[in-house]
C-alpha cells in the first residue's frame, strides 16, 4: 500500500504471473478500498471538485459570450476558418479513445489487467467525448441550426450532404458516444447494486437502487450480463477504429495540402490511442494515490499503460516522418511546401512542441525505471496532452494558414475567448469526472476480484489470510 | 402641390414631394387623417392643374428618364402601394438615369441604378465619353457618399437662436438661456472637445454673452410669455435654415453694394458650366472680391504647362485610342490622373492580343512612387520625381541629336535648353532608348505627364510630343489642345492668407472646398482662417473649414441635385437628380431641402431671392441654345434627350484650337527648375480617398490600396533599401520633414519606390469630420508648401514608436521560398497562379499559358464522373490579366452591388474583409525595381467545386447552369467550405456586420440580394439577381435563351478596361467563349479538377528588348 517504487513485482501463486490486486487483499478489502471513499470522499476531493467548478464557469462565459456575439471573439479568420474549437474537438475525441480501447478490445483479448483501470478509463471517454461532440456544435456559425446536420424529416424535404465527413462525423461520434455510454452502464450494473447494498440513506438507496435495475447478483443474472458485455465489447472494438478514423476524414477528404493525406485513418488512431492512454495516466496517477488506491491501480498497471504510450507515441513518430516522405515523394510543389513549412515555417515552434511531446519524451519508457515511477510517467503524460493538442493544432492551423494561393495566407492568433473554451472544457471534464469520483465505483469491483486469485477454485487460502 | 403652377419650372421636384406625400397615410394634423395626404391633388385647383395631369407628369417623369422620379424615401411608418400605378413603373423594377460626377479633374457620365427611387449603384455612361461604360472605384463609391450618416443635416452656426414658452417673462429667459446653452453650446462642444471642462466653461461664457449681448424679443400670447433670444457668440449651434439665410441675405446684400470689397470666395475646381456661369455673374456683380481655388485635385501643373505653350485658356487632354508607344512620366493616368476612366479604355484597346502577331502597345512608365501605371508598365524606371524633367530632356536631346526630329524654329531655344541634362548612367540610358523607340514609332507615340511634374515638364513634353509626330494641333493627334474660353479668373490659396492677415478680407465664403484641410501646410490657412470677420462654409461635412467657420451649412451630394458637367474633351451631361435631397432642415415656415452649391451660388449672386437647381440649369443652357441672347428656352424634347442620353447633343461648340507655340517661354520655365538634393518627399492623390473627399466613404477605406493592400490608413511608402538604412519595417514610425515642417508616419516597404524617395498620400488624418474617419490615416498637408507642388526635398529619420497597419495581403510572392532558394533539400518553382510571357515568348510559343499547369491534362485523374450540368446556359467568365490595370473599380462595384458590409480595420487586421472579389497582388525581380501584377479573384463556380461536398447541409449546391450557389438560409456556417476552397474566395459573416443599420445606410442596399446574417458563408454568385432579371425579362419576351451581352456581372459592367467578361459558354459565339478559345487562356490550380469556369487570359508583356540589360 505504499508509494514507494517496487522494482519487482509480487505474482500470483496459481498462474505465476502478477497479482492484480497486492497486498493479498480479500474481496471484501476491495469492496471496502473502493467504496468507502464514495460513501465518505477523501479531503482532496472538495478542492479538485471546487477548481473544477471555476474552470467549468470560465467555459458557461465562454460560450455565453461566443453564442451572444458569434464566432468572430474567437481567433478564426479567412483562410484559417478552423481554429481551436475543431483543435479542441479532435484532441477531445482523440482522449475518448482509451476508455473503449481498454474495455472492450482489452477484454476480448483477455488482458485481465484492464480490470484495475477500465471503469475510470470508460468514465473519462464518455465525459470526453460529451465534451468532444460540444466543440462542432459551438463552433458553427448559426448554432442554433444545428440540428439540420441530423436526419430530421422536415417540410422543406432537404437532407443533410450525405458527401460531407461532417455528417459521418455525426454518425461517428454519436454511435461511439452511444455504445460506449452503453458499455459503461452495463459494467456499472453489479457495483451498483454492491452500493445499493452498502447505502446508509434511503436516498442512496433509491438511487442506487434504481440505478442497478434490480441486480441481485444471481447465476441467471451473471450469465446474461457476461454474454451482454462480451457483445457489447464485440461491437465496441470496431468503433474504436471508426471513430478517430471518420474524424480523419474531416480533414482527409478536404483537397487541402496537409490535410489530403491517405495516412491519416491509421495515423489518428495511434494518436488518439496514445493521447488516450496519457490522458489515463494524467487522471489515474493523482487519483490511486489521493483514494488509496495503489495495491489496485499498481505499478505494473502503470507501467503496462507506459508501454502503449510509447508504442502508440512511436507510431505516431512513424506517421509525422512517413508524411514527411510522401509529401516529397508526391513531388507536389503545394505538399511538399506544406511540410516544409510546417516544420520551419511561422508554426515551426507548435511543430517541435508536437515532436518533442509526442515523438522525443515517451521515448524515456524505454527505461524501465521511468515506466515504474508515477511521478516520472505523470510528468510524461502532461507531455502526451500537450504534445496531441499541438498535433491537432498544427494539422489544422498550419494547413490552412498557408495554401494554395499566396495572396490569401495569413498568420492565426487565438483571442482570449479560444483560450477560455479549452480551459472550459477541461473544468467541464474535471466537473464530470469527480462527481463520478464521487458517486461512482471508479474501479470495477465485480470484475476485479473475478480476476483475483481468489477467485480461482484453485485457490486456497494461505495461514492468516482472509478467505 | 397647389403651387406647382406659380412657377412652372419647379415641377420636378414638386413631383417628388407630391409623390412622397402620397404615402404618408395618416397625417398629424388635426382631422388630417379623414384623408390621405395628397388628397388634394384629386380635387381640380383654381390654376387648373388636375389630377390627370398630376398623374401624367408621374408617368411622363418615369417614361422619360427625365427627373427625380424615384424621390420616394418610404417611411419606416405604415405604407400602402400606388393604387394607381403610373404607367411603366413596375414595383421592384430598378430604373437607370443619366447623370455624371466630378472627380478631381475628370467627368465621368454615369447612368445611375434607382431602386424605387433610392439611387443604389452606379454605372458608366456608354454614351458619355468621359466613361464610355466605365467607372472607377470612385464613382462607385460616391453612392455610399450620399447616405453617409456623417453628411451635415442642418445649417451650424454662431448665430444662436433660441425661444422658451412659458407662464412668466423671467422663467421663459431662463428656459431658453438653459436651451441655447447647455442643450446647444455645451453639446456641441462636448461633441467636439470630448472635454466636460471645455463645455462647462464655454456654457458659463455663453450665459456670460447672453447677459451682456444677448437680444431678446418678448412676446406675448395665449400660451403664455414667449422668449425668443437671438446671440452671436463663438459656438456653431444647430441653426433653422431662415435664421442662417437672414443673416447671410444681409451680408452678401451689404457686400454687394461695395462691390464686394473685403469679400472672398474659395471654390473648389468645378467642371460645371452652369457654375462657371454663375461665377462670371458674381465677378460681375462683386468686382472687387476676390476669388480663390482651394482643391488640391486641381490639375494646376497640367493647366499651367498648356498655358505656358499655348497660351491663356489652353487645356490639354491626351487620347490613346492610337497610341503604340506611351511614355508615362510621373503619371498614374490609369489610377488618379486627369480623365482616367477614358484614358484606361483607351488604353486597353490595344493590349487585347489574341495570336502573337496582333499589334501591342508597349507603356513605359517612369515615377518615384508604383502606382497602377507603373504596375502595367512593360518597361518601368523607378525614378526621383525631380529627375524625371531631366529624363524628358535627355529623350528629347536623343530625337533631336540622333533621330534629327525636325525642331520648329521657335523651339530652337527650348531644344537648347534641356541639352546636357545631368542625369545617373542608367536613367540616360533607359531614356536614350526609349527616345530611339519614340522616334522609330513616330506618329504613334504619345508622352503623357502626370499633374505631380511642374508646368516646365508640361510643356517640354508638348514640345517631345511634337517631335514624335504629334503636332498637338488636336484631331487626330494623341495630345489634344482646346479653349477653357470661360474658364474663372482665380487666385491661389497662397494669396488668401496674406489677405486675411493683413485685414484686406474680412468676409470669406468657402463652398464646397476644404481651405483649412488642404492648405494647412506653409501655407497655414487654418490659422488664418481664424482671421475673418465672417467665415462661411457650405459643404458635404462640418469638416476642418466647417469647424471653424461661424456658419457651416449643409449642401446636397451630386445625385440630390441638377447640375451640368463638361468634360475635358468638351463633352457635357445635365446632372439630374436621383432623390430629393435627404436632409431638410426645420424652419418655422416649414421644411427647407438641402440646397446645391449652385443654387447657394447663386443665392449669393441674388441675395434674398432663392433659386432652384432646375432653373438655373435650365436657365444657362438655354442661354447657350440662343447663344448668348438672354431668356432662351430649351425645347422640352431637346431637354428630354439631353436628361435621356445624359450627353448634350445638338449645340453647335465650334472650338478654337490652340496651338502650342510659345516655346520660349517653356525653355526659360525648364531653365529655372531648381535642382535639389536631400531626400525627396512625394504627395500623389490617394488612390482610395483621394485628396480628402472619400475619407468618411467605409467602402473606400476598406478598400485596399491597389499596390501595398493596405487598408483604413495612409503610410510614408518607402523602399526596402531606405527602410534597410533607417532599420525600420513595416509599421515604424519615421519623422518626415521639410523645411520646417515635420509630420511623424508609419512606414510602408513599397517594392519599386525610386531610392531616397518617401511617398506619401494626402486625405487622411481628418480631424472630426466622421466616425469612418476618425483615426483613419495621417495628415500629410501640413508638410506641403501649397497646392501645387507635389514634391519637395526633406529629410527623414527613425522616430520613436509603432502602429499598426493592415494590409489584405501579406505575402507578395508567388514563389514561396522567397528569392534565396528554399530552407532544406528541397526547392520549388514558382508557383503557376499568375502567368505571363513577353511578345517574343509569345511568338515562340502561343500556348505558353499551359506551361505552369503541373501534370498533363492526362494524366489528372479524378474519383467520379464529371456532372454533367444540363441547363439551357452554361455561365462563364474570363478575366483578362492583360487588360487587368488593378484599379478596384470592380472590388467596389461589387461592393455596392452585393450588399457586402465593410468590417473596419480590426476585423480585417485578423483576415475578415468581406470583398467577395480581391486583387492579388504579387511582386516579382528585385525589390527595389519590382515588377507587379494583379490578379482579380472571384468564385471561379468551379464545376466540381470542392466547397460543394463538404458542407453538411448542401447549402452550397450547383444550378443546372453552372452556377455555385449559395443558399444563405440553408448555412450554418461550419466553414469547411471555405476550408476546402483552394482559392479562398469563400467569405464568412464572423459578426452580425449589419446589425444596427441606420435607415439612412439601409437605403443604400440592393433589395435584389439578401443581407447576410451573422454565422452564413458568402460570396461571389456572378451576380445571379442580375443573371435571374435578364432570364424573366427573355421568358417573357418568349424567348428561350438571354442574347450574349445582356447580362454583366457587376464587376464586369465597372471595368473600365473591359477585362471581365461574363457570359454563357455553351454559346461558342458569345463574347467569353471567343476569349476563352485564346491560347492564352488558363485556369487557376486546375490540377485540383475543379474545372473553374473562371479563367484567365495570361498577360503577355511587351518590353523593349534594348532595355534588357540597362
Known sequence: MSAQIHTEDPLDPLSGRKVLAEGGVSFHDITEAVCKPVEDPPLMWWPAFLLSNVLLGVLGVSVLWLLWMGPGVWGVSSPVGWGWAIVDFVFWVGIGHAGTLISAVLFLFRQDWRTSINRAAEAMTIFAVVIAGMMPGLHTGRPWFDYWMFFLPNQMGVWPNFRSPLIWDVFAVGTYFTVSLLFWYMGLIPDLATMRDRARTPIRRMAYGVASLGWRSSTRHWVHYEKAYMLLAGLATPLVLSVHTIVSFDFAVAQLPGWHTTIFPPYFVAGAVFSGFGM???????????????????????????????????????????????????????????????AFGDYAWAYWIMVTCNVITPQLMWFKKVRRSPAALFILSIFVNIGMWFERFVITVTSLHHDFLPSSWDYFSPTIWDVGLLVGTFGLFFFLFSLFCRFLPMIAIAELKSVMPQANPHYHAKEGEHE | MSRSNENPKTYWRNVATAKRSRLNVIDSRPGGGEFPAGAEELAVPPDGSTRRSFMGMLGATAALAGSATGCIRKPKEKIVPFADRPEDLVPGRALYYSTAVQLGPSVVGLSVESQD?????????????????????????????????????????????????????????KHATTKLCYDGVHNRVL????????????????EKMIAERGRWSIERGEEGVKAALELDGDVQT?????????????????????????????????????????????????SEARIFRSDPTYPANAVAGAELVAGKGARVFHNLRRAKVILALDSDFLGTDQDHVRLAR??????????????????????????????????????????????????????????????????RSLAEAVEGASLNARATQWAKKVGDDLAANKGKAIIVVGERQPAAVHALAHFVNGLIGDTGAGVPGHVRFRYDVDAPQVESTALLGPGLNDGSIETVVCLGCNPAYDASGALGLGESLKQAKLLVHAGMHRDETGQLAHAHFPVTHYLEAWGDLESSDGSTTICQPLIAPLHEGKVEAGRVATPSLLEVLYRINHPGKPGSGHDIVKAYWGSEVTQGSKGGEVATRRWRRWLHDGVVSGI????????????EKAAAAYKSLRSEEGTEINFHIDPKVMAGRFSNNAWMQECPHPLTKLVWDNAAYIGPKLASSLGVSNGDFIDVKIEDRAVQLPVWIAPGQAPDTVSVTLGYGRRGLGAIAKDAGFDVNPLRQDLVSHFASGSVSTGSGSYELVSTQDFGSLDPDGPDGSPILFNYERRPIYRETDRPGFKKNPDFSQDGDLMPEERLKSLWDRPKLTGPHQWGMSVDLNTCIGCNACVVACQAENNIPTVGKGEVSVGREMHWMRLDRYYSGD??????????????????????????????????????????????????????????????????????????????????????????????????????????DAHVRQENKVSDGIIQTACEQACPTQAIVFGDISDPKSRVSRLKSFSRDYGLLTDLNTFPRTTYLARVRNPNPDLKNV
Not at chain 2, 145 to 165: C, G, H, K, M, Q
Not at chain 2, 652 to 663: D, G, H, L
Request: charged fraction near 25%; aromatic fraction near 10%.
Open chain 2, 117 to 173: 427611387g433610392r439611387p443604389t449603384k452606379v454605372e458608366g455612361n456608354r454614351r458619355h465619353a468621359g466613361s464610355q461604360g466605365g467607372t472607377d472605384a470612385w464613382c462607385q463609391a460616391s453612392v455610399l457618399e450620399l447616405y453617409d450618416l456623417d453628411r451635415t443635416r442642418t445649417p451650424w452656426s454662431v448665430f444662436n437662436v433660441a425661444y422658451a414658452i412659458s407662464s412668466d417673462e423671467a422663467t421663459a429667459k
Open chain 2, 238 to 286: 444647430s441653426t433653422p435654415w431662415d435664421v442662417l439665410w437672414t443673416r447671410l441675405d444681409a451680408v452678401f446684400e451689404a457686400a454687394l453694394k461695395v462691390k464686394g470689397a473685403g469679400l472672398a470666395l474659395v471654390i473648389h475646381h468645378s467642371m460645371s458650366p452652369t457654375y462657371r456661369g454663375l461665377l462670371r455673374d458674381f465677378r460681375a456683380k462683386y
Open chain 2, 346 to 411: 483607351e488604353y486597353a484597346r490595344n493590349r487585347r492580343v489574341k495570336t502573337p502577331s496582333d499589334v501591342m502597345s508597349r507603356l513605359y512608365a517612369v515615377e518615384p512612387h508604383l502606382t497602377v501605371t507603373g504596375g502595367q508598365a512593360d518597361n518601368r524606371l523607378a525614378l526621383r520625381a525631380r529627375d524625371v524633367g531631366a529624363f524628358l530632356a535627355v529623350v528629347a536631346t536623343q530625337l533631336v541629336d540622333k533621330h534629327k526630329a525636325k525642331v520648329a524654329p521657335g523651339a
Open chain 2, 191 to 206: 461633441a467636439d472637445s470630448r472635454s466636460v471642462d471645455r463645455a462647462r466653461e464655454a456654457a458659463n461664457r455663453c
Open chain 1, 280 to 342: 489515463v495516466l494524467t487522471l489515474l496517477i493523482p487519483l490511486r494515490k489521493w483514494y488509496r488506491l495503489e495495491h489496485i491501480i499498481t505499478i505494473k498497471h502503470l507501467e503496462n499503460m507506459a508501454k502503449i504510450v510509447l508504442l502508440t507515441g512511436s507510431l505516431v513518430g512513424y506517421a509525422y516522418a512517413m508524411e514527411f516522405f510522401i509529401a516529397y515523394y508526391s513531388g507536389n510543389d503545394y505538399e511538399s511546401f506544406v511540410f516544409i513549412n510546417r
Open chain 2, 927 to 1032: 525589390p527595389d525595381e519590382a515588377e507587379v501584377v494583379l490578379q482579380p479573384v472571384m468564385c471561379m463556380h468551379c464545376e466540381t467545386a470542392p466547397c460543394e461536398n463538404v458542407c453538411p447541409v448542401g447549402a452550397t449546391a450547383h444550378s443546372p447552369e453552372g452556377l455555385n450557389d449559395m443558399a444563405y438560409n440553408r448555412c450554418i456556417g461550419t466553414r469547411y467550405c471555405a476550408n476546402n476552397c483552394a482559392y479562398k474566395v469563400r467569405r464568412f459573416n464572423y459578426f452580425n456586420y449589419n446589425l444596427d443599420l441606420d435607415p439612412v445606410e439601409q437605403m443604400q442596399k440592393n433589395p435584389d440580394v439578401t443581407v447576410r446574417f451573422r454565422g452564413v458563408i458568402e460570396k461571389c454568385s456572378y451576380c445571379s439577381q442580375r443573371i435571374t432579371v435578364a432570364k424573366s
Open chain 2, 652 to 663: 453647335p461648340r465650334t472650338f478654337q484650337v490652340p496651338k502650342a507655340s510659345m516655346w
